[in-house]
């Protein structure tokens, strides 16, 4: 008889598993609840009804949103037993940035309606777990700040086109400073998309300065408020209505402003970021002119993110970005998209094996990130999971979710037989028979 192969060697997997459990012998319990389900009625529970609408909500009747999940139904993971398989690498390398796992945090906006310092929390989160974190150009803390938190892990920023070109240009420079290692530009939101949850409450978190911290944070941003001051002084304006709704907006404003309370208080600056915030943070006009201009704008790698036709992913490959982000935002900008999972599908046939494609929108679960790679995908984006775990356990509840996903990726790349992330193509998938 021949010698039975070692057990499987311990990987993050077999890790976290060990840690719960042992806790668990203690009665102690995970901050957060493993399974997404259970860990979105957590969230919900945690959560007030303005920062429910935002983060969890989505355009229309919530059509795109429930598209992608039923795109990852439709697949089905085929294992393939006694492989021998006990060493596993969930390392892999995207836009020269060297990750542990193929696993990003994608940027939210307006997070602190989740937890205060929001960004901070999710950055030293993801410092702790060796994940990449995209800072939102909508974040709540200066990406500055969020830098400091993160020492020397590695980050991503993420940019909307201003309708102010010397913004854009500060805001690259700015990103490069903090030692950003690529810049994802957002091309699907020149416009807010229509979104009931939030419109049902009136609820837009930068009208009241919550969501606008790298503007009030940018000397060019600075300047033009300034000259929006100045444009008005004098001038007989009409006076706004007073009502409670507006002096709760008016001491928003005032509270997540940079500088004194009091003298926010005083001072007709916070009103006029938010104000100009809503005037030029998108550029509607938003071109591929205006994209290959960046090549002399910033010397950090390009990632484009929200192209859904193959079309847009070949123009975005023939300008010579680095990356392509699939995804539809979550669902939150058009009711009745396609599902980011199967615009993948035909991008990546359109485009080939080369170019690199990251999917984002509608993952929930190791497993999902497994068939995301599957299908195509060079690594995945994490969204409203982790979100959920700032809502319920704050810093620690980001990195229980973050260690959760990738124990359970890890897990399914065990028992499916897959050595590494080059390993995992469409031979461990199935058109789903049962869906």
Request: hydrophobic residues 45%; aromatic residues 6%; proline residues 6%.
């Amino acid at each position: 008889m021949t010698e039975a192969a070692a057990p499987a060697a311990a990987g993050p997997g077999r890790d976290r598993q060990g840690t719960v459990y042992r806790d668990g012998a203690l009665g102690r319990r995970p901050a957060v609840p493993t399974a997404f389900g259970d860990l979105e009625r957590a969230a919900r529970r945690a959560s007030s009804k303005r920062a429910w609408a935002y983060v969890a909500g989505g355009a229309g009747e919530g059509r795109t949103m429930r598209n992608n999940r039923r795109a990852f139904d439709r697949w089905a993971i085929v294992p393939r037993m006694a492989h021998g398989v006990t060493e596993r690498d969930l390392s892999t390398t995207v836009v020269n940035t060297s990750l542990p796992s193929p696993l990003l945090l994608a940027p939210v906006g307006a997070g602190a309606l989740m937890a205060t310092d929001s960004d901070l929390a999710i950055a030293r989160g993801a410092a702790a777990t060796g994940v990449p974190y995209i800072f939102s150009n909508q974040g709540c803390n200066p990406m500055e700040d969020c830098a400091a938190a993160m020492g020397s892990a590695s980050r991503w920023f993420q940019l909307y086109w201003s309708s102010d070109e010397e913004l854009v240009d500060s805001l690259l420079h700015r990103a490069e400073a903090i030692g950003a290692e690529a810049v994802v530009v957002t091309l699907d939101t020149t416009m807010l998309g229509w979104r009931p949850k939030d419109l049902n409450l009136g609820s837009l978190p930068f009208a009241r300065g919550e969501g606008i911290a790298q503007y009030t944070s940018d000397p060019r941003f600075h300047d033009i408020v300034r000259q929006r001051i100045d444009a008005v002084r004098g001038m007989v304006t009409e006076r706004p209505d007073i009502t409670l709704g507006a002096i709760r907006t008016l001491m928003s404003m005032t509270r997540n402003h940079p500088g004194k309370f009091l003298d926010n208080l005083r001072s007709p600056v916070p009103r006029a970021a938010a104000e100009t915030f809503l005037d030029i943070y998108s550029n509607p006009g938003l071109s591929w002119e205006h994209l290959a201009t960046l090549r002399d704008r910033t010397r950090l790698p390009i990632v484009l993110k929200g192209i859904l036709h193959p079309d847009d992913a070949r123009r975005a490959v023939d300008l010579g970005v680095d990356a392509v982000v699939v995804s539809n935002h979550g669902g939150r900008q058009i009711d009745g998209s396609i599902a980011s999972l199967d615009a993948l599908l035909e991008i990546r046939a359109a485009v080939g094996r080369e170019p690199t494609l990251l999917l984002d929108s509608g993952i929930r679960s190791g497993a999902d990130v497994f068939v995301a790679l599957a299908l195509g995908a060079d690594a995945v984006l994490l969204g409203r999971p982790y979100m959920y775990g700032l809502a319920v356990a704050g810093q620690r509840g980001v990195e229980e979710v973050i260690r959760n996903v990738i124990a359970e990726f890890d897990l399914t790349m065990a028992l499916t037989g897959a050595r590494s992330i080059a390993d995992i193509d469409e031979r461990f998938v199935r058109p789903n028979p049962s869906f």
